[in-house]
Every structure is written in structure tokens, then in C-alpha cells.
């Protein structure tokens, strides 16, 4: 069984910068695709990021591209999101997530992710 554990939210200022860290535990993480999704109140949870298990290659939603990145540390079982250059709409309620399957299409496609963290706040102010 994966559990999956947040971290690093807060608030910051327009332009400012976190780092959110989700800390899994269990032997079936290192093989599967994680990834990052973030979600407002009355509103769909969307794909930010999704990285390959051995971390090569990542996926953005373009609202973030260039700005934020994935990765991954095997040997902590830790995987990161470095947000930079944030923005107001930046504002959301952060997990992180596993793959259901390995290997996979490995996209931040809500559907395709079944072990969930329970979040981290981000709120940026302007």
C-alpha cells in the first residue's frame, strides 16, 4: 500500500517561490508515474505535472510550464514540486498522486491516478 504525505505550502507573495514535497511510503512508488494536481473549492482537480519513474521526462499543463518543476528522489521516496514566478491564480490546494498502473502513458490526467495525498495549501497574494 502507497501512502503519500505533503508538505511546503504556505502563502507568498505574487512572484515568490515554494518548494511542496510529498514523502510516499511503500515499496510500489519508485516504479510508477507521480505526479501533481492542485484544485479550488467548487471546481475540478487539474493536472499540473507528471514525472517518469526514473524521473527522465515530465509533463506540464501549460498554465505552468516554465515556471514549475517536478522531480523526484528515489532514494528518499520523495517527490517535489519547485513552484517559481507564482501567480495569484497559483492558488489552490496541492497533492500529489500515483499512477494506477506501471508502466503508463504517465500524463497529469486526473483518471489516471488512484493514491492520493491528502494536500497542502498555496495561496498567493498580489
Known amino acids: 500500500q502507497v501512502q503519500l504525505v505533503e508538505s511546503g505550502g504556505g502563502s507568498v507573495q505574487a512572484g515568490g517561490s515554494l518548494r511542496l514535497s510529498c514523502a510516499a511510503s511503500?515499496?510500489?512508488?519508485?516504479?510508477?508515474?507521480m505526479g501533481w494536481f492542485r484544485q479550488n473549492p467548487g471546481k475540478e482537480r487539474e493536472g499540473v505535472a507528471a514525472i517518469l519513474p526514473g524521473g527522465s521526462l515530465a509533463y506540464y499543463a501549460d498554465s505552468v510550464k516554465g515556471r514549475f518543476a517536478i522531480s523526484r528522489d528515489i532514494s528518499k521516496n520523495t517527490l517535489y514540486l519547485q513552484m517559481n514566478s507564482l501567480k495569484p491564480e497559483d492558488t489552490a490546494m496541492y497533492y500529489c498522486?500515483?499512477?494506477?498502473?506501471?508502466?503508463?502513458?504517465?500524463?497529469?490526467?486526473?483518471?489516471?491516478?488512484?493514491?492520493w495525498g491528502q494536500g497542502t495549501q498555496v495561496t498567493v497574494s498580489s
Open positions: 511503500g515499496l510500489t512508488y519508485r516504479s510508477y508515474c
Open positions: 498522486a500515483r499512477d494506477r498502473r506501471a508502466p503508463s502513458r504517465c500524463r497529469p490526467w486526473l483518471g489516471d491516478f488512484g493514491f
